[in-house]
């Protein structure tokens, strides 16, 4: 008996009743700085469990994360995407995340190295000077943008959806039909994209960023890739890409080009 209890205290030192041990407190949401947990509460359910394969453009993409800028990517977790299904998710916009944890996801998408500096009160996180030491982003290091891909961003002056339905035959129609309307294969009609509902989903930014980048994970290829289009194509024009939005903006109001 004796020994039992002594046992039973021996097991409690450092836990006395009334005391809880710190390392049982729970860590309030937004204070949780770990990419894992942040990108799976938040971006996993649109884009994808590894940022790919999701409903949601893949932000977990070479030419994308070579493409984008920290300042788009912080912008648009900050406002959202008007027009989308993409919300604001910064605390100052009502949403769930704290700056810190904005930072964190803009450094891991863009893949900048970074470190995090916390006590008690704030928390931020600081991408890494020469010689520090930190965190690696998950999915790498973004590769250098070749100064001959387009712009992600949209031009100021609209495109010609007429021009756009001569750019889709040449581009797109081999796999998504002419007109848009899908290709038949085993007795069901695929790939059509002239659809008002899907195309209602896609803001005219998006529809730019995905011509640009493909879907790797759907087998889409990029501005620029001969996939499925042979080898003598050459790679889309920003003022192509541009009349091809314009086509699909026309499609999204039921206008047929």
């Known amino acids: 008996m004796i020994f039992a209890l002594i046992a039973l205290c021996s097991g409690c030192i450092g836990k006395l009743p009334g005391k809880p041990d710190p390392g049982d407190v729970p860590v309030p ?21 590894d940022g790919t394969l999701g409903p949601a453009p893949p932000l977990n993409e070479s030419l994308f994360r070579a493409l984008v800028t920290e300042s ?18 910064a605390h100052s916009n009502g949403g769930p995340l704290s ?50 891909v387009p712009a992600l961003e949209l ?15 040449r581009a797109c129609a081999v796999c998504h039909g002419e007109n848009g309307m899908g290709v038949e294969a085993n007795g069901k009609v695929r790939n059509r994209i002239n659809e008002r509902a899907f195309l209602a989903l896609m803001s005219d ?15 889409m ?15 889309l024009t920003s003022e192509e890409i541009n009349d091809l939005g314009a086509l699909l903006s026309a499609w999204r109001q039921g206008k047929s080009k």
């Open 221 to 235: 290829p990029d501005y620029a890739s001969t996939l499925g289009r042979g080898d003598d194509f050459k790679p």
């Open 155 to 169: 031009p100021e002056k609209p495109g010609d959806a007429a021009s756009g339905a001569r750019v889709f035959i």
């Open 29 to 49: 949401a937004e204070r949780v700085l770990k990419f894992d947990t942040v990108f799976g509460r938040n971006c996993a359910g649109c884009h994808g469990v």
């Open 99 to 148: 700056a810190a944890q904005v930072s964190v996801l803009v450094y891991e998408i863009k893949g900048v190295p970074y470190r995090i500096v916390t006590n008690e009160k704030s928390q931020s996180v600081q991408p890494l000077k020469p010689g520090e030491k930190g965190i690696t982003p998950k999915w790498g290091t973004s590769p250098a943008a070749l100064r001959s």
């Open 72 to 89: 788009e990517l912080e912008k648009v977790l900050l406002q959202g995407r008007k027009g989308t299904q993409m919300a604001p998710f």
């Open 205 to 219: 930014q998006a529809i730019r960023r995905i011509i640009i980048t493909g879907r790797n994970d759907l087998q």
